[in-house]
């Protein structure tokens, strides 16, 4: 019986149907993803609030879908429904009917709530008021404001170095929000700024910043739709960014081809049924990949020099592109002619045949955009494999031309403008020095803690004090028995949220949870009507404000709770004007124009319809802002991830009906799953061949032993009781949801430079379960992780005992 898991079932009532499989789809959208939208609309809002709130929903005068960061069209070129299934469900998520009041929290002990599902916490409804749970207590109780912000000014008063405290932000957050919660932890003295995108698309932030000088993509939207060739490469659009399929169509029609790079054969990639128009409702829809690669999880390196060692072959190259706008061409062009096929083949599980049917489509188009998200950037060599895209782009100047560009399709619709206003726990020096200049106050230069180094200083004592702006922080990380035991050890956890989720039910000595406007509702800070600004991950800047009634009179907006810890914390005569930025956000947005580069007349320019885009050098003017001052081309070694016999490399990815750790419901529609999440997609050979058949219930064991120490011992983690799913893919892979499979990601492994867990490569093995409630756990709803200690739910193999 494997350790650490001698606990039940975790209790779930909401759903007791068995968990369903049947064939995937071959096609994404159409009536029925209308149809599934305004089914759950309906189910929480009632009918008249889904109307009002849908239709202002990604409209010029409306609020800013809370979903994905894909970009809007035009001012003037809008659906009157501008919004997709999913982004219809995360509006439901938020502007639902049902209430989480203090009642709620009377009925139930904290001891309760954390044997509950993600799931089940989620669908309570709204958080009303401000709740606090006191050292010791068994249940959360109401505080005031007042006297919530006096706990935790008190808590950071009294640590030795600012540094102790943490200040987390997820990716929803406004642009002003972002901006001034930056401002109050450089304050207080620390850059402890992590953040999702350490999680997320970090790899890419780090990779571009060598290769073209500025860490966010090169291309609007426009490029997309005009493009000869997209390549969409680890991404599941149809159920991430369903949007995207709009200008993936556009695309098709006017000619140009789609190549797909991914292990599963997602049906969004397929074909599309676009619910906007009458061939999408009921006629055939259109068929999206002209070329599917099944790459092997983790090929991508390999995949991308040898399709760059081809394009040198065929000299199908922009020389004077390369000779006017590149630095290192001739190393990366000897390396390349170095090539090993043979570690190429074994890395992407391809044949050379299927690669060089995807480099001449490269090769014939003169307008490329390449198109890539977590299936590239999660694992331990994503930030070469990030550089390797690139290098491919720079071959034939696909970088700053209309058609063409890099496409890092980024998550939470704001996550990129977080980090444009200084959500980052190393800031470069011309940052700091602004903000410095313009407040007065003394910034911090040392580096903080990204996400990572966040748990580990929880866990090790150096960190005490954890403060989340959205999120969920627990339940989004990797480790899961580390970091909950982690937080158990802080003296405070604080989470500023829209609903109940895993991070308030596990906590440290005193939390405290503080309800926030959601984005579709109005913002009545100060007296006057308040709006906030996004970023969307093609640089376009615009802003936002909801038509709802909030779901409580007791809830605050984000920067009104910042400005409130701040003036509790700093006081009053603090050198940042903290009353008047929550009195009136324009005045934040002033700073934001002196501070961040490229934001000059900041608030002026938010007015125009549809917003502005911020400025981008080498989409612009084909300028690099590198130490070469030209494009770099990076020569990476081909690595080939070694998985040992009778072990899988697992996936851990979303399933249709989440949004990230905010579990909507338990289908997974596209790929055939109903009513479970617990289940394992393998190759149906190697299920035969590892002794399994479809159906079985198994352990999830990953094995893991440091990459860079031979003699480490192996640690094993588990994940109890998944359905296995025989699901075409390439053998030797397996996948299946986060975050339930948080487990199973070691802490230490991530990857190099980034440091973002590698939750796309981690090598498992599969064990027949012997929970005698296994068959309850598969069917269950949503998100299951221990609560043990950390410890117990690993065992150690010593090194000779793996195969
Ligand atoms: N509805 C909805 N929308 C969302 C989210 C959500 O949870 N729900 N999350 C948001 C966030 S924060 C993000 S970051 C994005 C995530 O958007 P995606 O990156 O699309 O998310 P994942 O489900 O993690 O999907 C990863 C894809 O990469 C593939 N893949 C896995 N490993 C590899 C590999 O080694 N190589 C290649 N080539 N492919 C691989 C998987 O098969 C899968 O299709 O979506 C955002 N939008
Ligand atoms: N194994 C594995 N782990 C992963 C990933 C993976 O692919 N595999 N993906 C990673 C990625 S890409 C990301 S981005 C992270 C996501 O990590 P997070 O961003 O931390 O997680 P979310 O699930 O998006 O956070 C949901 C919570 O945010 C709060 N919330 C929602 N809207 C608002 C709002 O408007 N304001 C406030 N204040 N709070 C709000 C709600 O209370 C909700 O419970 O997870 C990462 N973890
Ligand atoms: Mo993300």
Redesign the pocket.
Known sequence: MPLGWNRSAPRDDLDERELHVGDPEDHAAGPTAVAVAMKRAVEQMGPIRTARTLLRLNQVDGFDCQ???WPDPDAGHRHTAEFCE?GA??VTEEATLRRVDRRFFADHPVAELVERTDFWLGQQGRLTEPMVLRPGGTHYEPITWEDAFEVIASHLRELASPDEAIFYTS?KTSNEAAFAYQLLARSLGTNNLPD?SNM??ESTSVGLAESIGIGKGSVSLHDVETAELVVV?????G????RMLSALEKAKRGGGKILA????R?AGLVRFKNPQNPRGVVGRGTDLADLHLP??????LALFQAIGALLLEWDALDHDFIEQHTHGFEEYAAHLRELDWDAVLAATGLSRAQIEEAAQMFRDSSATVLCW????T??RNSVATVKEIANVAFLQGNIGKPGAGLCP????SN?QGDRTMGIWERSPEHFLRAVEDEFEIPVPRRHGYDSVASVRALHDGDASVFIGMGGNFVAAISDTAVTEEAFRRAALTVHVSTKLNRSHVVHGRTALILPALGRSERDLTGGTRQRVTVEDSMSAVHASHGPLEPASEHLRSEVDIICGIALATLGADHAVPWERFRADYTEIRHRISRVVPGAAAYAEKVDQPGGFVLPHPPRDSRTFPTRQERAVFAVSPLDVLHVPEGRLLL????S?D???TTIYGLDDRYRGVRNGRRVVFVHPEDVTALGFADGDLVDLVSEWRDPDDDSSAVVERVAPAFRVVAYEQPRGCA?AY?PETNPLVPLASTALGSNTPTS??VVVRLERTTHDDARRWSSDAGHVVPSGRGDEAKRVVEPDQLS
């Open positions: 979903g994905c960061a999913n469900k995360a990716g999702c997320c698309h490469a680890g991404q599941n659009p159920t991430n960014h369903p790079i991914n292990p599963l997602e790459v092997r999880v983790n090929g991508d998200a977590m299936g590239i999660q694992h399709v980024r998550g939470h996550v996936q851990t990815m979303r249709h989440q949004f990230n996948a986060y796309k490569s």
